[in-house]
């Protein structure tokens, strides 16, 4: 250890510990008339919402809920989910985000491992609580939360609901500090392979995040992504990574929120219009949904900056999207990691380049952000030059990743082997410091000897007017190992076979950006390409779904 100078504190000193209610207060303080909109349903100012906030703080005091306990969420985005992702922490209890796309057998199975004793659940969730209510192991009491004139539902041990309670609690609360190591969340991977994992994130953490995301994204880039004057629409759910963790910046900095409930792409376009929003993060399939919609034909998104992440955006998305007025920027995370890792950044040199160039580094996972340190390393552990042609795992180190899986140490002390976290990402960084992600490990598609990045392909294909939408998995092959599979949706009233897709990608092959053993000797055309619980493709599936077609000669395919 070094011998560094600490000076002891003075006597009375005050060692401010780092708790999410400091950013509550200090939105108020900029914005108290501004407004928090539900749908089209409820708008409010700041000063209301740090009311409800006590009020809930009080409810669940009352309800008998303390500090430590585990406080589930059902909830689609909503105004009473931010309140939650406040009150509950605040009083020292631990918010577990549900993650209700999960099957109900996963969610049962993620409720009893976190020790859920309180759940607040969505009344369009309860017929999906009452599947598993009997099986629930540390369950004691339940709060319903509805937009419905019906204030109550069959839930066991039922407290009552939440607009009528909050009404009758008091809006002060004198919110204690505590220790900033205390967790204040905790929700499970979407992993599709065995059960999901809980991953867990302490106040000082998730302070640290907020800071450096309203850093990054308010000050570094060429264009302000998020300023006080913008208005914030989440469209990646509040249960997965607290929606990216914009909600907190958002209310430190006394921003304008809407929130859109269940996402309907129609509503969805609709307020943004209607609430001027200028500001929201989606995964690239969603964006897609909200391209499609009936409302936004014809409209000019002109002014909506948009980070996209979860999946790797590509350039023929990105383009759609500019060509519809829509500032895309990308942004790499997981879980694992709160989630803010790396956002794209375009700097003096690369402005000075073309356009085109400038695409290329907009669409990639980005550099890593402050206090965020990034490396690759090969599979026996050792550090590989950063000169964006080695290949190899991204491993990180920050103030914000979770230092575990909850109550299991084996697989957390996979996840941390040889003091980095493992992001299971195959990535080169290069020069500049950008993270380009080249596939996840067990989708890189090992074909002839070669390996091939099915992220890669699929931004190829994609490149295909007729394509609109892309998953490109490896099915095995007796003579190659694996052969790259490519599942496509098409726009209306286009066709493409095996051997269009061939000329399309020909072209790549030559200039040798590609080899020719990345040509997919079968595709599959479909109307629908599955995704997982929180829109991403789901590779899993798909590789199920395309070897029982081709056990069943299905219609869909087309071989070369
Ligand atoms: P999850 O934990 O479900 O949020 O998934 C995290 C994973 O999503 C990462 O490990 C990456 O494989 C993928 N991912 C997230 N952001 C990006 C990005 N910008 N480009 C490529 N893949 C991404």
Redesign the pocket.
């Known amino acids: 250890m070094l011998q560094t100078r600490i000076i002891p504190p003075a006597e009375n000193a005050h060692d401010t510990p780092l708790l999410l209610k400091r950013l509550l207060l200090s939105g108020i303080r900029y914005e108290k008339t501004r407004e928090i909109v539900y749908r089209d349903l409820v708008r409010y100012s700041y000063a209301t919402f740090n009311e409800r906030v006590a009020r809930l703080a009080n409810v669940l005091s009352e309800a008998g809920v303390k500090a430590g306990d585990t406080v589930a969420v059902m909830d689609w985005d909503s105004h009473r989910y931010l309140e939650c992702m406040f009150a509950i922490p605040m009083i020292g209890a631990v918010l577990h985000t549900i993650n209700i796309r999960l099957s109900a057998e996963q969610i049962l199975y993620t409720m009893n491992h976190a020790d859920d004793k309180f759940v607040l659940v969505n009344s369009e969730f309860v017929p999906l609580y009452k599947s598993i209510e009997a099986q629930l192991t540390t369950v004691e009491k339940t709060l319903l939360l509805t937009d419905e004139a019906e204030k109550t539902a069959d839930l066991g041990n039922l407290v009552g609901e939440y607009e009528n309670l909050l009404a009758a609690a008091s809006p002060r609360y004198d919110f204690p500090d505590f220790d900033e190591n205390s967790v204040a969340t905790t929700f499970y991977?979407?992993?599709t392979t065995g059960n999901p994992k809980g991953v867990y994130f302490t106040h000082r953490q998730l302070v640290l995040h907020t800071l450096a995301e309203a850093s990054v994204l308010g000050s570094l880039d060429s264009v302000r992504l998020l300023g006080t004057n913008d208005v914030y629409m989440p469209i990646t759910p509040m249960f997965?990574?607290h929606a990216w963790g914009i909600p907190y910046a958002a209310t430190m900095l006394g921003l304008k929120q809407v929130y859109p409930g269940r996402y309907d792409p129609e509503l969805l376009v609709q307020l943004w219009q209607k609430e001027k929003v200028t500001f929201s993060h989606c995964v690239p399939t969603i964006l897609q949904m909200v391209l499609n919609a009936k409302a936004g034909q014809g409209l000019d998104f002109g002014g909506w900056k948009i980070i996209?992440?979860?999946?790797?955006?590509n350039r023929s998305l990105y383009q759609a999207a500019k060509a519809r007025g829509i500032q895309l920027t990308?942004?790499?995370?997981?879980?694992?990691?709160c989630?803010l890792?790396?956002c794209a950044h375009i700097n003096e040199e690369l402005l000075a380049g073309s356009e085109d160039e400038r695409i290329t580094y907009r669409i990639?996972?980005?550099v890593p952000v402050p206090l965020v340190e990034a490396a690759i390393m090969s599979a026996d552990g050792k550090l590989l030059p950063a000169d964006g042609e080695t290949q190899g795992e991204?491993v990180l180190r920050a103030p914000w990743l979770t230092m575990g899986y909850f109550r299991e140490p084996q697989k957390g002390a996979e996840l941390w082997e040889h003091g980095w976290l493992h992001?299971?990402?195959v990535a080169t960084l290069d020069d500049f410091g950008f993270i380009d992600?080249r596939?996840?490990i067990k989708?890189v598609i090992k074909t002839g000897g070669e390996w091939l990045s099915s992220?890669e392909l699929e931004d190829l294909i994609s490149r295909h007017p007729a394509v609109r939408e892309v998953a490109v998995v490896g099915i095995p092959d007796p003579q190659w190992g694996e052969r790259p599979f490519s599942l496509l949706v098409l726009h209306d009233g286009q066709v493409l076979d095996a051997k269009g897709l061939k000329e399309h990608l020909k072209p790549f092959v030559e200039q040798g950006h590609i080899n020719k053993w990345a040509i997919p000797s079968q595709i599959a055309v479909v109307t629908d390409i599955p995704k997982?619980s929180?829109g991403?493709l789901d590779k899993k599936r798909i590789r199920t779904d395309i070897a029982q077609w081709q056990a069943a000669g299905s219609a869909f395919l087309s071989t070369l």
């Open positions: 991977t979407t992993g997965h990574v996209i992440g979860g999946s790797a955006l990308a942004a790499y995370g997981m879980s694992e990691t989630p890792i790396s990639k996972a980005g991204l992001t299971g990402d992600i596939d996840r989708d992220l997982t929180v991403k």
